[in-house]
Each structure stands twice: as C-alpha cells, then as structure tokens.
C-alpha cells in the first residue's frame, strides 16, 4: 500500500540557480484563450509602419480623412503559420509584416494576463490597443508579455509587427542553410494566472540519482503564506517547502525514503519507475501554493557522462539518432502542429532511432512533448551557426537569452538529455570566449543535462587520420562531430580506411554526415544526386563509424529533404536540401532503409 508522506522542509539546499527567463512555465497546463486564426496583414517592405503607427490601428473618421492603410481591407494569413508559403509573393519576402488580431474578451477579478507566443521569428513588436507591450529577439523561443492594464473589458486588437530581415549581429546571422519562414509560426494565446502565481519550476532527479528529486518553485507576485507543495500522487509523494521572501523555493526530496519512512532505504523496491525509450513513463506531477496550482506530466530519468560512455539511469546507451528540421511533411514551411509532431517523429521511430537531433533552433512544444510520451531522447540547440559577431557584447547577451528561453521552456522534459550551444562555428578565440560562456549558462540554468555543441573542426594527423581539434571540446561534456566524408570531400570508399581519433575522453557523437539525392533518381553508386549514391556513401560511413572506440551515438544529416535558399541547383534541388532519407513529399529513400537495417542490427546487438 501507498504511504502517503508531508514533509516540511526547514532548511534550503544550493541547487539550480531558476532560470532568469521571464517565461511562464508550461503554459499548457494553464487557463488559455486561443488567439490562433485568420489575422489580418499588412506587408511593409519599405518599413513605414512604425512611422504611420500601423499599431493604431486607425480608420478614417470621415470621408477626407487620410489614413494610407487598412487592417480591416487587408489580406488574412493563418497563424500559426510562416507567410512564405501561404502567399506566393512572399516566397522570398525578408521583410516587415503587420498582423492584427481582434478579439472580445471578459476580464476576471484577481487575475492575471499574458500574451504568449509559441515563437515569431524574427523579430517582433507586440502592440495592445495601441499601446507597446514588448519586444522580442529570437526566432524559435516562446515569449509572454503582461497585458493585464491594458486589456478592456469587451473588444480588444493586438497588433503585432513581424520581422524576418537577416543582420549580421543577429542569431543566427546572414547566412544559414535553412529558410528563414517569416511570421507568427506557433500558438498565440492568452494565459491567465492568479495574482500571485507560480511563474516556473523545476522538478527533476537531483543529477546521478536515480531517487531524488531536487528543484526549485519561482512565484510571481507577492508571496503570504510562504508554502510551496509539490505532488506526486501515483508515487504517494506530497512534499513543503518554503518560499523565501522574492518567492524562490528549493527543495529536495529522497522519494525513496518519502515511501519507506524510517525502514532502511535499502529494504524497500524503489519506487520511481524511469523514464527510458523503452517505458517512457510520465508521472502526474503538481505545484501548488499561494492560492495557485499548476499539473504537469514529467518523466524521471538519470543522464550522465562517464568516461567515454552516456549512461542513461546508469546504464551505457548508444544513441540511434537521426537530425532534423522544423520542417513541415508533405506541406512544406515551418512545422508547428501535433499532427506535423506525429508524422515527423513516427518516421523517426520507423527508422528504428532512440535519439533526435532537434536543429539548429529549438523546436516546438509539441515536438518535445511528443517525444517524451515516445520515448526519444533529444538533443535540443540555439541557432549560434556558422560565422556571427562574436566580439559584440548584444550578439551574446541574444544568445544567451534564446539559451535561456529554450531551457526555460523544456527544462522539465525528460526526453531533453542534451543542450546544444552552436552549430559548426569556426574556431577562434573571441568565438571560444563567446561559446565557454554559453557552457556556462547553460551549466548554471540546467545542471541535471549534458552540454554539447556540433564541431567540423578536424586535422589531417596522419593519412587516413583525422583528429578533432577544436578547443571547444574540453568544455563540453559530450562532443559533436559534424564530417562529410564522401561529401564535401573525399570518396564514399575512403571512409573504410578512414581513421577519428579525439582528443579527449568524452562521448563523441557524430551529429552529421550524410550526402545529397533526390528521390527517384537512379544510376550507378558514383553518380552524383542518386538515391543509389546517397545509399552507398551511407554503407561506407556506417562501417567506418562502428570502429570509433569512443562513439557514443550519431544523428546522420538529415530525415527530410528541406527549403534552403542556398541550394540552387535547378532540377535537382531547386531551393531544398536534398540530404533527406525522406523527401519533401514524404517518400523514403534508399538510404532510410540502410539506416533503418543498420539501427535494427544495433538495437539487437542491445546498442
Ligand atoms: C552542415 C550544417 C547543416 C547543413 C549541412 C549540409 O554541416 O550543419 O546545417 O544543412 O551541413 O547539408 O551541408
């Protein structure tokens, strides 16, 4: 029988410093006002809606009065929803673009209001009644912004200006191999909390147990009773701690002990059931306190490096990944739906992948939660990619607020075991000072999950050597290693020689390799663009990465052929990545079935 047990926490411990991002945590497990729609558009190429102050949304009074735009006459564009692909002439469109939203609502006493977005990317400037609310930086990260003053009791506007334009300060900067879909591309809602509310938590195994739990409660607003209680019903767990005064609560937690009481630990079964791919187990989990109470659904799970190895709750486990953009199936454009969720990641499962590479920006909500109930384990990165402007102190103070956004948001995922902090950087020292620093944060915010970052940084050490040498790879827990070999250089058949050695004892992970092909192209295993190609470069990588002693897991570039304004070639790839196992209409390719074969022979192997 379940034991029931209040504990009252008397004495704080240090743990994770809570995440200084301003988000509200699982906006999902809250009263929400679907903004979701038609919206009403304006395109600005010339930018003169900030000087005509399209966020009056003005109408002329009568018939001489000049207002040079119109919201109500102006095309509707779905949200969420990227422009370039609902309106032919904004393929290409990097630009401005006004969105206005009309909505009735009844305010409620005691209550709070937030405007919340899933992500706009680029930029975006949020106007209530023809008031400012905020800004927001950062094309993948969620943002709330405090409506409650402004709102009025009946009908309301929300106007919002949208950017995509490229700068070569921003993350990512001007060039990126992936279409910068312009627009609001996720959930727009309105979440309504009490005046006092639970902002965010963080309920997670204290890093290498496997039985206690440890985290933090952050309140919003003043503080009375100084009580927090975090629930676990189904493991019989109801645990108090206290809230300092600016409403930061920390607790710990052996649930173990909460269970056995003053038996000895060691004669009781355990009681947590792990999170893992093979039982992705989520346990009912609620925060409640100052009149609030907020219910989550959070898997349990231990993620550690030891030597060489990843160890999951303990144990080595060989990541069967695979990469892949937030790139919607059959459709094209950005991806933002639980059913693109499910068909993306049903692929990755068919594949036979215990593990996604989520690039290069975090992904939507539905993604990692589908990936908690399925039982993925996921790497999740920031869009610090190629070449940016390391040296400018607003170039990092971005990246580490999208760090902290994509931690804010996910930090209670169990399928998160990796933050990424970059993509393919170039080594330099000012790039160096800049990245150590992102390990840091992302240290500080989150100290149950590995970091990792994507490295092509290698040296010919001897023939048919190749050592990784970046500097980056000593600060990072697991190191990622990004090599086209067959490629962008060197034969698919050199790889049977083809000696990695690293320079550190870490988990190494080969986070890309992989070769072009579009579906349906035939010929010989040395014509370039064929499938036959693509599957042979596949044959020769996946024989060369099962002699890397220290591999760790991989995630081969990538599950679907996908937009990039960098791929040119007409015929072949027409503006696409054609690097999928999939292509952009949903057809399987050679090589997924090389793959696939190759996953089915380690998951025997119990890899
Ligand atoms: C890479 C990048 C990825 C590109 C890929 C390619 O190394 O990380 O964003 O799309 O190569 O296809 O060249």
């Known amino acids: 029988m379940k034991r029931f047990v209040l504990v009252l926490l008397l004495a704080g411990w240090a743990h994770a410093v809570p995440a200084s991002s301003s988000l509200?945590?699982?906006?999902?497990?809250?009263?929400?006002?679907?903004?979701?729609?038609?919206?009403?558009?304006?395109?600005?190429?010339?930018?003169?809606?900030?000087?005509?102050?399209?966020?009056?949304?003005?109408?002329?009074?009568?018939?001489?009065?000049?207002?040079?735009?119109?919201?109500?006459?102006?095309?509707?564009?779905?949200?969420?929803?990227?422009?370039?692909?609902?309106r032919e002439s904004l393929l290409f469109y990097e630009g401005p673009v006004w969105y206005r939203r009309e909505f009735t609502y009844h305010n409620l006493a005691n209550t709070r209001v937030f405007v919340y977005f899933g992500a706009a990317n680029y930029q975006a400037s949020v106007y209530l009644n023809g008031e400012k609310l905020g800004e927001h930086e950062g094309g993948c990260t969620p943002f709330n912004l405090e409506a409650t003053s402004l709102?009025?009791?009946?009908?309301?506007?929300?106007?919002?200006?949208?950017?995509?334009?490229?700068?070569?300060?921003?993350?990512?900067?001007?060039?990126?191999?992936?279409?910068?879909?312009?627009?609001?591309?996720?959930?727009?809602?309105?979440?309504?909390?009490?005046?006092?509310?639970?902002?965010?938590?963080?309920?997670?195994?204290?890093?290498?147990s496997q039985h206690e739990i440890a985290g933090w409660v952050q309140f919003n607003g003043a503080v009375t009773t100084h009580e927090v209680t975090i629930q676990i019903p189904e493991a019989g767990v109801a645990f108090k701690a206290l809230t300092e005064a600016n409403g930061y609560a920390r607790f710990r937690f052996d649930v173990n002990k909460l269970a056995c009481g003053?038996?000895?630990?060691?004669?009781c079964s355990p009681l947590l059931k792990l999170w893992s791919p093979d039982n992705p187990k989520l346990y009912r989990v609620i925060i409640s306190g100052e009149g609030d109470s907020v219910a989550d659904e959070i898997g349990f799970r231990s993620i550690e490096v030891q030597g060489a190895k990843i160890l999951l709750n303990g144990k080595p486990i060989f990541l069967?990944?695979?990469?892949?953009?937030?790139?919607a199936p059959f459709r094209e454009g950005r991806a933002f739906s639980s059913e693109d969720a499910e068909t993306l990641l049903g692929w990755v499962k068919d594949l036979g992948c215990n593990?996604?590479?989520?690039?290069?920006?975090?992904?939507?909500?539905?993604?990692?939660?589908?990936a908690d109930r399925m039982?993925?384990?996921?790497?999740?990165?920031?869009?610090?990619?190629?070449?940016i402007d390391w040296s400018n102190p607003a170039t990092l103070e971005n990246a580490e607020a999208q760090l902290r956004d994509m931690i804010a948001r996910d930090h209670n995922r169990a399928a998160v075991i990796l933050w990424s902090v970059s993509n393919e950087t170039p080594v330099k020292p000012e790039r160096l000072t800049f990245l150590t620093k992102l390990v840091q944060e992302a240290r500080e915010l989150d100290p149950t999950r590995l970091i990792t970052s994507a490295?092509?940084?290698?040296?010919?050490?001897?023939?048919?050597?190749?050592?990784?040498?970046?500097?980056?790879?000593?600060?990072?827990?697991?190191?990622?290693?990004?090599?086209?070999?067959?490629?962008?250089?060197?034969?698919?058949?050199?790889?049977?020689?083809?000696?990695?050695?690293?320079t550190w004892n870490k988990p190494l992970i080969i986070s890309e390799f992989g070769g072009g092909a579009e579906y349906g192209r035939h010929g010989d295993a040395d014509e370039i663009w064929t499938e036959e190609y693509q599957q042979n470069l596949y044959q020769h990588q996946l024989g060369m990465l099962e002699r890397i002693p220290n591999l760790a897991g991989m995630s081969p570039w990538v599950l679907m052929d996908f937009r990039s304004p960098a791929r040119m070639l007409p015929g072949v790839q027409d503006y696409h990545n054609r690097k999928g196992l999939i292509s952009n209409r949903g057809q399987r390719k050679l090589a997924f079935y090389t793959l696939q074969k190759f996953y089915e022979k380690l998951a025997e192997e119990g890899k």
């Not at 809606?49 to 009568?62: D, L, T, W």
């Not at 069967?320 to 790139?327: D, W």
């Open 24 to 86: 509200i945590g699982n906006v999902n497990g809250r009263t929400t006002v679907s903004l979701n729609g038609a919206w009403r558009t304006i395109v600005d190429p010339f930018d003169n809606g900030k000087s005509s102050r399209f966020f009056r949304n003005e109408k002329p009074r009568n018939r001489s009065d000049r207002v040079e735009y119109s919201f109500d006459a102006s095309p509707v564009l779905n949200v969420p929803g990227d422009w370039n692909t609902q």
């Open 262 to 267: 003053k038996r000895s630990a060691s004669k």
């Open 375 to 387: 039982g993925l384990l996921v790497w999740s990165e920031i869009p610090v990619y190629w070449d």
């Open 455 to 502: 490295m092509n940084h290698v040296d010919e050490t001897a023939p048919d050597v190749r050592t990784l040498s970046d500097p980056l790879g000593e600060v990072v827990d697991v190191v990622g290693l990004n090599e086209y070999l067959g490629w962008y250089w060197g034969r698919p058949e050199e790889a049977d020689k083809m000696q990695w050695k690293a």
């Open 151 to 208: 709102l009025r009791d009946g009908e309301n506007f929300l106007i919002v200006e949208v950017s995509n334009v490229r700068r070569a300060d921003a993350v990512p900067a001007l060039k990126f191999d992936w279409w910068s879909y312009g627009g609001i591309t996720r959930d727009v809602m309105l979440v309504e909390v009490p005046t006092t509310f639970i902002q965010d938590y963080s309920v997670q195994l204290e890093r290498g």
């Open 320 to 327: 069967r990944g695979i990469s892949m953009h937030e790139e």
């Open 355 to 370: 593990f996604v590479r989520f690039a290069h920006y975090p992904h939507n909500e539905n993604e990692i939660r589908l």
